[in-house]
T-cell receptor, first 117, second 112 residues
């Protein structure tokens, strides 16, 4: 069964460094998302991406964050200058986006645990 | 904008007892509703979803949920808890073509 994959599974970085989290969505999906989950807290929406542009973003997604779909398969989240509070699990998700009920289901990757020291 | 509220951050039941995890939603349009389970140090696994078809939805691992529009609820139930059900459960709502908004989660503990 197709699945969303994410790399790396764990990333440790120093405060102020740039990090890029990578995701490979399911191949025929059209909508892509990033969420984050600070340890012990709920999953929070960061950004959605469709047709090569951001369709929606939350207040968390400030100028330090950017997303890109550099080729036909990867979807990346970049944090330009990491802060301690960026430490979290970051989940990528994708969905088909066609008309019909099942198209609204988002498929989640296993997550990347980002630790900022 | 859509949102969900999960009542009870922690629920504890005995093995074999009924599991009831509560979720209420707010949405300006007919919503799509989901329950996800997260085991320790793992990602999110879809348990079940409501997408405007049958109001009683059956999912994996014996879980089910009923969409009640009049109560704006989508509570998750399982008749008989198993030790392997211990996990964090998240209710989520999505409006058409929108992002998914999650509740704060409910940690389920199952006592032997």
């Amino acid at each position: 069964e197709p699945e969303v994959t994410q790399t790396p599974s764990h990333q440790v970085t120093q405060m102020g460094q740039e990090v890029i989290l990578r995701c490979v969505p399911i191949s025929n999906h059209l909508y892509f998302y990033w969420y984050r989950q600070i340890l012990g807290q709920k999953v929070e929406f960061l950004v959605s991406f469709y047709n090569n542009e951001i369709s929606e973003k939350s207040e968390i997604f400030d100028d330090q964050f950017s997303v890109e779909r550099p080729d036909g398969s990867n979807f990346t989240l970049k944090i330009r200058s990491t802060k301690l509070e960026d430490s979290a699990m970051y989940f990528c998700a994708s969905r088909v986006g066609l008309a019909g009920g099942s198209s609204y289901e988002q498929y989640f990757g296993p997550g990347t645990r980002l630790t900022v020291t | 904008a859509q949102s969900v509220t999960q009542l009870g951050s922690h629920v504890s039941v005995s093995e074999g007892a009924l599991v009831l995890l509560r979720c209420n939603y707010s949405s300006s349009v007919p919503p799509y509703l989901f329950w996800y389970v997260q085991y320790p140090n793992q990602g999110l696994q879809l348990l079940l979803k409501y997408t405007s078809a049958a109001t009683l939805v059956k999912g994996i691992n014996g879980f089910e949920a009923e969409f009640k529009k009049s109560e704006t609820s989508f509570h998750l139930t399982k008749p008989s808890a198993h030790m392997s059900d211990a996990a964090e459960y998240f209710c989520a709502v999505s409006e058409k073509n929108n992002d998914m908004r999650f509740g704060a989660g409910t940690r389920l503990t199952v006592k032997p």
